[in-house]
């Protein structure tokens, strides 16, 4: 069974191809059968040449036409149901990197869960900020390709209120981390969703305003969050655990020779300037070991560049 609007309509296309494939299967085996008892070449010892036959020709080509376009037609109505997205649909953008999914809301709110109300049109606006991803949510019968620099939409309405772990995940190979690619799908009723849509925007709009003099710095609540966010956890670990990309935690302060990607040796201090330049510009200076891990540099603005360095400090 499906929670979403569409689950019906791509179950039963499912079932009337499969149903179309079993049969033709049966009729093809059981004609095969009969051709191989009925021409046996002990009955048949001397070959005979076949002028054809005008009905039987006509039938197997009028027979799986129709076969074919049947299943064209669900499919293609189907089809067009997901492309045609209704003018009140909520919209929700959906940013995908390697190696996790982001997903941003009108009012500001960003959050790696996606939280949607129940029995409402919800818009996906699909964006990747590096390779091609596919956002595939399995209990919706949904899947779109989030393909860089392409505007791609989708859109789908939940049926069921609930929870659904691990709900949304990645359905194109993106790299070493793919298989880890998964999201949470929270569906709220609509009375939930607007407390939790106004709570939780206004806690963003007060994180995105600047801290006043004097007023205590939000890099606690904000730097860990960023970190989330931006999707610097898919690579790098804060406890010391092994990761595509070298653990952060004590990392800043660090004074060593490392050896680097083309073999050359260098002394580094992983300061703030480091820190820094390291994110701007991931592949710059890449030390042995890590070369063939892919940073993509996200967008930042100064200040959550700031706040970042500022929460690695903490490590």
């Known amino acids: 069974m499906g929670a979403g609007n569409f689950a019906t309509q ?13 049969i033709t299967l049966i009729g093809i085996t059981i004609a095969m059968i009969w051709f191989m008892y009925r021409y046996h070449h002990t009955r048949h010892e001397q070959a005979k040449d076949i002028h054809g036959h005008l009905g039987l020709e006509v039938a197997w080509t009028v027979i799986p036409t129709i076969l074919v376009l049947s299943m064209f ?3 293609m109505e189907g089809y067009s149901e997901m492309r045609t997205i209704p003018e009140d649909a909520f919209e929700i953008q959906a940013t995908g990197r390697m190696w996790s999914w982001v997903f941003e809301y009108e009012n500001g709110i960003q959050d790696t869960a996606l939280r949607v109300p129940l029995n409402r049109p919800i818009h996906m606006k699909l964006v990747s ?13 949904i899947k779109k390709d ?3 620099n392409v505007d791609n939409r989708m859109w789908f309405a939940a049926d069921e209120p609930g929870y659904f772990k691990d709900a949304i995940a990645c359905a194109e190979y993106c790299g070493d981390s793919h298989w880890n690619m998964y999201a949470d799908l929270d569906v709220l009723p609509q009375a939930e969703f607007d407390a939790w849509y106004k709570s939780k925007g ?8 600047p801290a006043a003099p004097g007023e205590a710095s939000k890099v606690g609540l904000r730097g860990p969050m960023l970190f989330t966010l931006k ?3 898919a690579c790098h670990s804060v406890d010391g655990s092994p990761l595509v990309g070298p ?7 660090k004074e060593e020779e490392v050896v680097l990607a083309d073999g050359s040796s260098k002394m580094i201090t992983v300061d703030e300037e480091y820190l820094i330049r390291s994110i701007k510009e991931p592949d710059a200076e890449k030390v042995k070991g890590f070369e063939n891990s892919i940073m993509v540099a996200q967008p930042l603005t100064e200040t959550e560049l700031a ?5 690695l400090k903490t490590l």
């Open 202 to 209: 206004e806690e963003f709009a007060a994180l995105a305003q």
């Open 146 to 148: 989030v393909v860089p």
């Open 247 to 253: 653990t952060l935690k004590g990392i800043f302060g």
């Open 73 to 75: 037609y669900f499919g």
């Open 231 to 233: 999707g610097c956890n």
């Open 307 to 311: 706040e970042i360095v500022a929460y």
């Open 10 to 22: 791509v179950d039963n296309t499912f079932l009337i191809v499969l149903a179309i494939s079993v």
């Open 129 to 141: 900020n590096d390779v091609i991803h596919s956002l595939y949510i399995p209990a919706f019968r």
